[in-house]
Protein backbone atom coordinates (compact mmCIF):
# COMPACT_ATOMS: atom_id res chain seq x y z
CA UNK A 1 0.00 0.00 0.00
CA UNK A 2 1.06 3.63 0.17
CA UNK A 3 1.76 5.53 3.68
CA UNK A 4 3.91 8.29 4.34
CA UNK A 5 5.30 8.54 8.04
CA UNK A 6 7.55 11.80 9.17
CA UNK A 7 9.09 12.59 12.60
CA UNK A 8 6.74 13.93 15.50
CA UNK A 9 7.17 17.07 16.60
CA UNK A 10 7.15 19.72 17.72
CA UNK A 11 10.51 20.62 16.74
CA UNK A 12 11.65 23.67 18.95
CA UNK A 13 15.05 25.15 16.80
CA UNK A 14 16.32 28.69 17.89
CA UNK A 15 16.75 31.39 14.84
CA UNK A 16 19.73 30.65 12.09
CA UNK A 17 19.39 26.76 13.24
CA UNK A 18 19.96 24.30 10.43
CA UNK A 19 16.24 21.90 10.15
CA UNK A 20 15.49 18.56 8.91
CA UNK A 21 12.43 17.04 9.09
CA UNK A 22 12.36 13.26 8.07
CA UNK A 23 9.92 11.61 6.22
CA UNK A 24 9.88 8.13 4.51
CA UNK A 25 7.49 6.74 2.42
CA UNK A 26 6.14 3.07 1.18
CA UNK A 27 4.50 2.92 -2.63
CA UNK A 28 3.45 0.83 -5.68
CA UNK A 29 4.69 2.08 -8.69
CA UNK A 30 6.27 6.10 -9.24
CA UNK A 31 4.52 8.66 -7.22
CA UNK A 32 5.35 12.39 -6.74
CA UNK A 33 6.50 13.45 -3.60
CA UNK A 34 5.33 16.88 -1.70
CA UNK A 35 6.16 18.67 1.41
CA UNK A 36 2.82 21.13 2.24
CA UNK A 37 3.16 23.98 5.31
CA UNK A 38 0.51 25.02 7.28
CA UNK A 39 1.18 28.42 8.39
CA UNK A 40 -0.76 29.25 12.29
CA UNK A 41 -4.70 29.93 11.17
CA UNK A 42 -3.98 29.71 7.24
CA UNK A 43 -4.58 26.41 5.07
CA UNK A 44 -2.17 24.58 3.16
CA UNK A 45 -0.19 25.71 0.88
CA UNK A 46 2.24 23.56 -0.80
CA UNK A 47 5.84 24.57 -0.30
CA UNK A 48 8.21 22.07 -2.78
CA UNK A 49 8.11 18.78 -4.70
CA UNK A 50 9.66 16.46 -6.75
CA UNK A 51 8.03 14.61 -9.68
CA UNK A 52 10.92 11.54 -10.07
CA UNK A 53 13.95 9.92 -8.47
CA UNK A 54 17.47 12.29 -6.97
CA UNK A 55 15.21 15.38 -8.15
CA UNK A 56 15.94 18.68 -5.94
CA UNK A 57 12.69 19.90 -4.91
CA UNK A 58 13.24 23.27 -3.48
CA UNK A 59 11.59 26.69 -2.36
CA UNK A 60 12.09 30.07 0.72
CA UNK A 61 15.14 28.05 1.29
CA UNK A 62 14.12 24.50 2.02
CA UNK A 63 15.25 21.54 -0.18
CA UNK A 64 14.02 18.13 -0.34
CA UNK A 65 16.04 15.31 -2.80
CA UNK A 66 13.36 12.23 -3.61
CA UNK A 67 15.62 9.01 -2.70
CA UNK A 68 14.38 6.27 -3.98
CA UNK A 69 17.13 3.99 -2.65
CA UNK A 70 16.19 5.10 1.07
CA UNK A 71 12.42 5.72 -0.26
CA UNK A 72 12.91 9.08 1.70
CA UNK A 73 11.83 12.71 0.95
CA UNK A 74 13.52 14.57 4.38
CA UNK A 75 13.01 18.42 4.69
CA UNK A 76 16.01 20.93 5.23
CA UNK A 77 16.82 24.44 5.70
CA UNK A 78 20.45 26.06 6.65
CA UNK A 79 19.26 29.15 8.76
CA UNK A 80 15.65 28.84 10.15
CA UNK A 81 13.38 31.91 10.72
CA UNK A 82 10.77 32.72 13.43
CA UNK A 83 8.06 32.94 10.39
CA UNK A 84 9.02 29.15 9.15
CA UNK A 85 7.03 28.60 12.47
CA UNK A 86 4.25 25.86 11.17
CA UNK A 87 3.35 22.60 10.74
CA UNK A 88 4.84 21.02 7.54
CA UNK A 89 3.10 17.46 6.28
CA UNK A 90 5.20 15.21 4.02
CA UNK A 91 2.89 13.72 1.15
CA UNK A 92 2.95 11.48 -1.74
CA UNK A 93 0.52 11.45 -4.47
CA UNK A 94 -0.09 7.88 -6.38
CA UNK A 95 -2.79 6.93 -9.02
CA UNK A 96 -4.59 10.69 -8.48
CA UNK A 97 -4.65 10.06 -4.80
CA UNK A 98 -2.75 11.48 -1.94
CA UNK A 99 -1.71 10.22 1.15
CA UNK A 100 -0.47 12.60 4.38
CA UNK A 101 2.05 12.51 6.83
CA UNK A 102 0.61 13.32 10.17
CA UNK A 103 2.47 16.59 10.46
CA UNK A 104 5.45 18.05 12.13
CA UNK A 105 5.18 21.13 13.95
CA UNK A 106 8.20 23.31 14.18
CA UNK A 107 8.81 26.25 16.45
CA UNK A 108 11.54 28.86 15.63
CA UNK A 109 12.29 30.95 18.81
CA UNK A 110 14.30 33.88 18.48
CA UNK B 1 -1.63 28.77 -8.53
CA UNK B 2 -4.99 27.50 -8.04
CA UNK B 3 -7.54 29.66 -6.87
CA UNK B 4 -10.81 28.17 -5.00
CA UNK B 5 -12.87 29.45 -2.52
CA UNK B 6 -14.73 28.06 0.49
CA UNK B 7 -17.78 29.45 2.27
CA UNK B 8 -18.50 29.54 5.55
CA UNK B 9 -14.72 30.11 6.73
CA UNK B 10 -15.80 29.70 9.99
CA UNK B 11 -19.11 28.61 11.85
CA UNK B 12 -20.17 27.34 15.45
CA UNK B 13 -23.02 25.24 15.33
CA UNK B 14 -25.15 23.20 17.69
CA UNK B 15 -25.01 19.19 17.91
CA UNK B 16 -27.93 17.96 16.06
CA UNK B 17 -27.65 20.24 13.34
CA UNK B 18 -26.27 20.35 9.76
CA UNK B 19 -23.45 22.53 7.37
CA UNK B 20 -23.06 22.95 4.37
CA UNK B 21 -20.12 23.94 2.99
CA UNK B 22 -19.55 25.26 -0.17
CA UNK B 23 -16.08 24.95 -2.34
CA UNK B 24 -15.60 26.90 -5.96
CA UNK B 25 -12.68 26.31 -7.90
CA UNK B 26 -10.78 28.48 -10.40
CA UNK B 27 -11.11 25.73 -13.53
CA UNK B 28 -13.22 22.61 -14.77
CA UNK B 29 -11.96 19.73 -13.01
CA UNK B 30 -13.55 16.09 -13.34
CA UNK B 31 -12.72 15.01 -9.71
CA UNK B 32 -12.90 17.12 -6.52
CA UNK B 33 -11.92 16.18 -3.03
CA UNK B 34 -13.29 16.59 0.48
CA UNK B 35 -10.31 16.42 3.69
CA UNK B 36 -11.11 16.62 7.44
CA UNK B 37 -8.33 17.78 9.37
CA UNK B 38 -9.45 17.12 13.04
CA UNK B 39 -7.50 19.50 15.65
CA UNK B 40 -3.86 18.88 16.06
CA UNK B 41 -3.75 15.71 13.05
CA UNK B 42 -3.20 15.06 9.30
CA UNK B 43 -5.17 15.22 6.59
CA UNK B 44 -8.01 12.75 5.94
CA UNK B 45 -10.12 11.89 2.92
CA UNK B 46 -13.37 11.61 3.06
CA UNK B 47 -14.63 11.39 -0.37
CA UNK B 48 -13.95 11.80 -4.38
CA UNK B 49 -16.49 13.99 -5.73
CA UNK B 50 -16.97 12.86 -9.24
CA UNK B 51 -19.11 14.98 -11.81
CA UNK B 52 -21.55 12.90 -13.13
CA UNK B 53 -21.87 10.12 -10.50
CA UNK B 54 -22.04 9.74 -7.24
CA UNK B 55 -19.24 10.77 -4.54
CA UNK B 56 -16.72 7.87 -3.40
CA UNK B 57 -16.17 7.69 -0.15
CA UNK B 58 -13.43 6.41 2.08
CA UNK B 59 -13.40 3.47 4.99
CA UNK B 60 -15.32 5.54 7.67
CA UNK B 61 -16.99 7.98 5.86
CA UNK B 62 -20.78 7.64 4.66
CA UNK B 63 -23.08 9.60 2.67
CA UNK B 64 -26.00 9.72 5.18
CA UNK B 65 -23.45 11.58 7.32
CA UNK B 66 -21.43 13.41 4.65
CA UNK B 67 -23.71 13.96 1.57
CA UNK B 68 -21.73 15.74 -1.83
CA UNK B 69 -23.00 17.12 -4.30
CA UNK B 70 -21.15 18.06 -7.40
CA UNK B 71 -23.42 20.17 -9.83
CA UNK B 72 -21.10 21.20 -12.61
CA UNK B 73 -17.36 20.64 -12.88
CA UNK B 74 -16.75 23.84 -10.58
CA UNK B 75 -18.48 23.68 -8.05
CA UNK B 76 -19.17 21.16 -4.48
CA UNK B 77 -20.82 21.16 -1.23
CA UNK B 78 -19.58 18.66 1.66
CA UNK B 79 -22.91 18.60 4.25
CA UNK B 80 -21.69 17.42 7.76
CA UNK B 81 -25.30 16.21 9.25
CA UNK B 82 -26.87 15.38 12.77
CA UNK B 83 -23.35 17.27 13.77
CA UNK B 84 -22.03 15.76 17.18
CA UNK B 85 -19.07 17.90 18.77
CA UNK B 86 -16.87 15.50 17.47
CA UNK B 87 -17.42 16.57 14.24
CA UNK B 88 -15.21 19.47 15.07
CA UNK B 89 -12.72 20.05 12.47
CA UNK B 90 -11.20 22.10 9.75
CA UNK B 91 -12.80 20.69 6.56
CA UNK B 92 -10.58 21.18 3.31
CA UNK B 93 -11.54 21.06 -0.57
CA UNK B 94 -9.22 20.75 -2.84
CA UNK B 95 -8.15 19.88 -6.68
CA UNK B 96 -5.59 17.88 -8.50
CA UNK B 97 -3.48 20.57 -10.39
CA UNK B 98 -0.78 19.81 -12.50
CA UNK B 99 1.25 16.67 -10.61
CA UNK B 100 0.05 18.50 -7.59
CA UNK B 101 -2.93 19.06 -5.39
CA UNK B 102 -4.50 22.57 -4.19
CA UNK B 103 -6.03 23.51 -0.82
CA UNK B 104 -9.28 25.82 -0.69
CA UNK B 105 -8.86 27.79 2.90
CA UNK B 106 -10.82 25.18 4.54
CA UNK B 107 -13.95 25.60 7.04
CA UNK B 108 -13.41 25.87 10.64
CA UNK B 109 -16.28 23.93 12.18
CA UNK B 110 -16.86 23.90 15.86
CA UNK B 111 -20.20 21.58 17.34
CA UNK B 112 -21.09 22.35 20.72
Known amino acids: GNSVTQMEGPVTLSEEAFLTINCTYT??????LFWYVQYPGEGLQLLLK?????DKGSNKGFEATYRKETTSFHLEKGSVQVSDSAVYFC?????????FGSGTKLNVKP | SAVISQKPSRDICQRGTSLTIQCQVD?????MFWYRQQPGQSLTLIAT?????????ESGFVIDKFPISRPNLTFSTLTVSNMSPEDSSIYLC?????????FGPGTRLTVL
Open chain 2, 94 to 102: SKIGADTQY
Open chain 1, 27 to 32: ATGYPS
Open chain 2, 27 to 31: SQVTM
Open chain 1, 50 to 54: ATKAD
Open chain 2, 49 to 57: ANQGSEATY
Open chain 1, 91 to 99: ALINFNKFY
